[in-house]
T-cell receptor, first 116, second 113 residues
Framework: AQKVTQAQTEISVVEKEDVTLDCVYETRDTTYYLFWYKQPPSGELVFLIRRNSFDEQNEISGRYSWNFQKSTSSFNFTITASQVVDSAVYFCALSEHIGGADGLTFGKGTHLIIQP | DTAVSQTPKYLVTQMGNDKSIKCEQNLGHDTMYWYKQDSKKFLKIMFSYNNKELIINETVPNRFSPKSPDKAHLNLHINSLELGDSAVYFC????????????FGPGTRLTVL
């Protein structure tokens, strides 16, 4: 069965520090998709990025960057120069191309606290 | 324009009651989903519907039933509510169920007293 592990339950940093959120996944499939979502205190789930298993290029979007390492089954998320508005719970998720499950399998989330 | 909307945002009810949560998407997607987020923030898929056909039912009690009157709507009906049903329920939609990004509604916080 597919599985997503976010080992960091909570991270607290001071504003302007860089922070990396770890995500490790397990899958039997060669074709799969990885996602990151942000859940701010207001509660909605905001899509951040989607990456397919064939694209191992790292991605940068402003202060956000993602490092996909297929060899270690990891899809880590780094926030550079963190801001208080980055405070949220961040979820990593996995979708397989085959198999009975058509929904996303989520990690348990990392609660990121950015202190001013 | 709201892409995925849910009503109500908050729902407080007594044990044993029957309730419904509505979901609508205006993205033209073929697949819609319901997820449950428990008190520890863990998100789990409950159902997905693709072209009015149920694709997945993930060990959810049969007190929960999704109903889709058309491609843009997927409502969640819950019968005989129990204390353990208290959670936040999220609706989502995507084009392809296994490859495309799922976009989520704002969530419905259900409290069973």
């Amino acid at each position: 069965a597919q599985k997503v592990t976010q080992a960091q339950t909570e991270i607290s940093v001071v504003e302007k520090e860089d922070v990396t959120l770890d995500c490790v996944y397990e899958t039997r499939d060669t074709t799969y998709y990885l996602f990151w979502y942000k859940q701010p205190p207001s509660g909605e789930l905001v899509f951040l990025i989607r990456r397919n298993s064939f694209d191992e290029q790292n991605e940068i979007s402003g202060r956000y960057s993602w490092n996909f390492q297929k060899s270690t089954s990891s899809f880590n998320f780094t926030i550079t120069a963190s801001q208080v508005v980055d405070s949220a719970v961040y979820f990593c998720a996995l979708s397989e191309h085959i198999g009975g499950a058509d929904g996303l399998t989520f990690g348990k989330g990392t609660h990121l606290i950015i202190q001013p | 324009d709201t892409a995925v909307s849910q009503t109500p945002k908050y729902l407080v009810t007594q044990m044993g009651n029957d309730k419904s949560i509505k979901c609508e998407q205006n993205l033209g997607h073929d697949t819609m989903y319901w997820y449950k987020q428990d008190s520890k923030k863990f998100l789990k898929i409950m159902f997905s519907y693709n072209n009015k056909e149920l694709i997945i039912n993930e060990t959810v009690p049969n007190r929960f039933s999704p109903k889709s009157p058309d491609k843009a709507h997927l409502n969640l009906h819950i019968n005989s509510l129990e204390l353990g049903d208290s959670a936040v329920y999220f609706c989502a939609s995507s084009q392809n169920p296994r490859t495309d990004t799922q976009y989520f509604g704002p969530g419905t916080r259900l409290t069973v007293l």
